[in-house]
């Protein structure tokens, strides 16, 4: 099964942004290409963001898809010696959260989240 969001349809070119809803209410054209939904923020190497960050995944993981097909993913994301590395995972934990039904209900708020520190 394929699963596809908006923001692998966005970076793939499928999809734009055609304008945005001003405070009022009214459409405004955007100034700048928006960013991607799953953007990384620029943080600086920080090895607390980053432990966060792979727990985070790991727990993800276990909680929604279980360890069963996971273990090559989980050991990938608990050897990671750098955000960038993690980074690297991004899509992969994504595309395995989707996969699962309790994981699809959540896969937007936990991409969000996941964001926020990784």
Known sequence: MICCTLGMLEEDGFIEM????????ELLAPDQPL????????????????????????????TF??????TS????????MSQS?????????????????DGRREAEQLRTKLLEVI
Do not use: C
Request: glycine share 6%.
């Open 18 to 25: 055609a304008s945005v809803v001003g405070p009022k209410g």
């Open 35 to 62: 960013p991607s939904v799953t953007a990384f923020k620029d943080h600086a190497p920080d090895p607390t963001r980053q432990q966060m960050a792979r727990n985070f995944m790991l727990n993800t993981l276990k």
């Open 65 to 70: 898809v279980g360890t069963v097909g996971t």
């Open 73 to 80: 993913l989980q050991r990938r994301i608990e050897t990671a």
């Open 85 to 101: 590395e993690l980074r690297t995972l991004f899509d992969e934990w994504f595309y395995v959260i989707v996969s699962s039904q």
